[in-house]
């Protein structure tokens, strides 16, 4: 309850900051998509822990909606409005202290997390009503607030990630009702289009993942990274780092600044090389094990050992991401063929986008009520089965 205090006030400081830019009546329409994703999350009214559960097994498509569920996305009808102007403003700017490195505190995430389900649930509430247009719109707001999410941080952008990732999966949903309106499935084609184009990259996160942490290597931060190497326990994780870190003098952090800014250097240069996926997850396991290795023996790769994102999971999300964002796009090229001509094609387009954890096209399977479309090789060896997208066809 402290933490949800706290953050509260961070966040309605941030407010109030914001606020206090705003000089007269008419500059208070803000061109600043933050201060308005801040007032809705003031606004957001958590449901109890029945009706959250009712709420995610009715995102997981395994219940309708009911009165309790409606009922919830009135209370936060404001959370909505807010969270769909904010998307219409090209500008985001949440005032955080990036002089803070590491020990950067971000308290909009859980409300972030909040406006992405109501936007999804007032989506499939308004495809029960039949309103798949204002359905997909909420699908766009949602690819935007991911934009505007995405920030400067690596946790700030994998939110990002789950966010558009979370905004695709609603519109496969989506698609089935609003097959036969091409006019809106090719605008919607365009949309998806600059949304993926837009979304920043992974070496671009990479990049300004290495200068917010290289902030806080400093030795007058010394207490600021032990508290954070200790976490909830009393002692640090890794007692030698720990150590060499509690009596370093400014050389011995200005040398890890170095050894860090060259390892994130390396790290984008590789996910920017064009390796094939299987090549690049097996090069980045080596770059993550030499790093953490040479902390051993290497003083000046001390903080790189101790902050060093897991590069090679965070590709495969990435990809997992654009693929879904493939699939989407060629599923509407299917839609639109299908709503022209009356049938789905034998075989997918000669230009179609394909599978990014093969690097070939997407193994295409229609039935009478759907299409699949699978992916040549698993995003994991250990899953079972590869990625696959399936779409509704309604009859």
Known sequence: MKTVANHRIVMITCVVALLACVTTARAAQTDNAALLYYQA?????KPDATTEQMLADFRAGKIGSNEAIREHL???RRVIDHAI?????????????YSKGLDLTLPHLPGIRHITFLLWED??????????????????SLHQ???HAADRTMVTFLMAVSISSSANRVIQDLLPVA??????????????????????SISYALAQEGQTC???MRKEETQTILRMMRGDSDSPKNESLAARISVADEAFFERNRAHWLNAIATLTRTVESGLAYAEMCTRLDELDQRFCDEAKDNPDATLTAFVLPATRKIYQIVTAQQTHFHAVRTALDLYIGRATTGRLPDTLPADALGDLFSG????????NDRFILRCQAKMESKKTEANQYEFKIKQ
Do not use: H
């Open 74 to 76: 009135r209370k936060n």
């Open 214 to 216: 290289a902030l806080t």
């Open 145 to 147: 607030m991911a934009l």
């Open 41 to 45: 999350l003031l606004f957001y009214e």
């Open 360 to 367: 070939k096209p997407f193994l295409y399977e229609k039935a």
């Open 179 to 200: 097959a036969a309106d091409v006019e809106r499935l090719s605008r919607l084609k365009t949309q998806v289009r600059q949304f993926q184009e837009k979304f920043p």
């Open 123 to 140: 989506a499939e509430v308004l495809k029960e009503q039949g309103d798949y247009r204002t359905a997909l719109d909420r699908c766009i």
């Open 85 to 97: 102007a904010a998307g219409n403003l090209p500008r985001c700017d949440w005032a955080f202290d």
